[in-house]
């Protein structure tokens, strides 16, 4: 029986130590796995923050490269007065408007931009112009819906007068005149 005890004891002494080297040994795996794991972590976030900031830069590219197409739509390099009033027979279509007059002539020449900075820049150019007047009749409602329609015009305009007069119990005459922006 004193045989066997000791024996036991032996076995839970054996086992307590294999439990504590073990113990140790994994701590210390732990401890060294955990360093290399934060390192690892870093190094992905880092990552992470840098494919974000390529993300960003893209995203300004394209909205720079957004902005220029636009613009040279808003702002064409020849009169193209022909598509301008393609675009303003659409909006009183959608308006449910007529348009009884419409006339085009010349505008002066302005004065040049001012410089770009780099070959992706507008260039300088001189800013010419021609002025449209229009007269269209409807009701109020589809006045309203043709004003915004023309403001969702992509072309660089500017309003130089506007006259809207009563002439029957439902009906409205308005009389515009735009100045329209090309680049010569």
């Not at 732990?30 to 960003?56: C, M, P």
């Amino acid at each position: 029986m004193k045989s066997q005890k000791i024996i036991i004891e032996i076995i839970l002494f054996l086992i307590g130590l294999l439990a504590l080297y073990f113990g140790v040994y994994k701590g210390a795996t732990l401890v060294l796995n955990s360093g290399e794991i934060l390192a690892n972590e870093q190094s992905s976030l880092a990552r992470w923050e840098n494919r974000q900031n390529i993300v960003q830069a893209l995203s300004e590219k394209v909205k720079e490269t957004t902005f220029k197409e636009e613009l040279h739509l808003a702002m064409p390099k020849s009169e193209n007065s022909a598509q301008f009033l393609k675009s303003i027979q659409g909006a009183a279509q959608s308006s449910g408007v007529a348009i009884k007059n419409f006339s085009i002539s010349d505008s002066s020449s302005l004065s040049p931009s001012t410089s770009a900075t780099s070959s992706d820049d507008i260039q300088p150019a001189e800013l010419a112009s021609y002025i449209v007047d229009l007269t269209a009749v409807s009701n109020y409602q589809n006045i309203y819906k043709f004003m915004n329609n023309l403001e969702k015009i992509k072309k660089v305009a500017q309003v130089n007068q506007i006259n809207i007069s009563k002439t029957g119990d439902n009906s409205l005459t308005v009389n515009l005149n735009l100045v329209v922006y090309y680049i010569k």
